[in-house]
């Protein structure tokens, strides 16, 4: 429960923060070269969270209790 909320934040964070640092170097002058590769970190932690929180969590293996019997 605690580790999905973790999982979820830090997806969260991760997006937020690589667009903010492509938006705020944006406005400071970022030169051509530079546009895709930070096109690149935004989608790149877009497609991210999009995986955390729509992949599916596997299945708890069933412990089976009963001994092979020789």
Do not use: C
């Amino acid at each position: 429960m605690i580790g999905e909320k973790f999982e979820k934040l830090g997806s969260v964070f991760l997006m937020v923060l690589s667009t903010g640092l492509a938006a705020v170097l944006a406005a400071d002058g970022m030169d051509h070269v530079r546009w895709p590769g930070a096109a690149m970190a935004v989608a790149g932690s877009m497609a991210l969270g999009a995986m955390v929180r729509l992949w599916p969590h596997p299945a708890a293996a069933r412990i089976d209790d009963r001994r092979d019997a020789d």
